[in-house]
């Protein structure tokens, strides 16, 4: 089946770039997602990507996507104590229900 | 507009005892989830429905009941609580099940529900 991977855990100093690495193994996917969970908070959907571009930026957020590889990245810049939260990959295909990563566990260090 | 809300927020129960997760929405979706979240293991899919009258098995049904009661709720049933149902319970909702785009598919989580099976 679908499986979606993510390394567990990262540590940035404040000010720095973030980069929260993602693999997939569907090909068929059509949407990949990163969702933020805030400590005892549900998910909330931070951005997305369509499958057949490779960079979206959104304001501090820049994903970029390497289909042929299967990989996903999300950098944060200027990463802040406030974006300290777990980030979740998800993809997405037609006919599908979401597939999720384990998360990764952002820690921002002042 | 609360969005997504699940009660009760905590709970613990003893092995065997039964509960029920509730969960109501009130953005008019018609597809709502319920999910676990486990350690290192990210969201899996227990059970989902794709509008009011219809539910279908996710990825780990086993163990689990629910309940569309109208458009707005959908509860999970613990009917015998084992050891390995503690884990963060969420419900979520959306409006399409499938073949939106983008943003579309956006699911809107709840706060979630705090198990634990003694």
């Known amino acids: 089946g679908e499986d979606v991977e993510q390394s567990l855990f990262l540590s940035v100093r404040e000010g720095d770039s973030s980069v929260i690495n993602c693999t997939y193994t569907?090909?068929?996917?059509?949407?990949l997602y990163w969702y933020k969970q805030e400590p005892g908070a549900g998910l909330q959907l931070l951005t997305y990507i369509f499958s057949n571009m490779d960079m979206k930026q959104d304001q501090r957020l820049t994903v970029l996507l390497n289909k042929k590889d299967k990989h996903l990245s999300l950098r944060i810049a200027d990463t802040q104590t406030g974006d300290s939260a777990i980030y979740f990959c998800?993809?997405?295909?037609?006919?599908?229900?979401?597939?999720f990563g384990p998360g990764t566990r952002l820690s921002v260090l002042p | 507009n609360a969005g997504v809300t699940q009660t009760p927020k905590f709970q613990v129960l003893k092995t065997g005892q039964s509960m029920t997760l509730q969960c109501a929405q009130d953005?008019?979706?018609?597809?709502m989830y319920w999910y676990r979240q486990d350690p290192g293991m990210g969201l899996r899919l227990i059970y989902y429905s794709a509008s009011e009258g219809t539910t279908d098995k996710g990825e780990v049904p086993n163990g689990y009941n629910v309940s569309r009661l109208n458009k707005r709720e959908f509860s999970l049933r613990l009917e015998s609580a084992a050891p390995s149902q503690t884990s963060v319970y969420f419900c979520?909702?959306?409006?399409?099940?499938?073949?939106?785009?983008?943003?579309?598919?956006?699911?809107?989580f709840g706060p979630g529900t705090r198990l634990t099976v003694l």
């Open positions: 998800a993809e997405y295909g037609y006919g599908q229900n979401f597939v």
């Open positions: 979520a909702s959306s409006e399409p099940l499938w073949g939106g785009a983008g943003r579309d598919n956006e699911q809107f």
């Open positions: 569907d090909s068929s996917s059509t949407y």
């Open positions: 953005m008019n979706h018609n597809s």
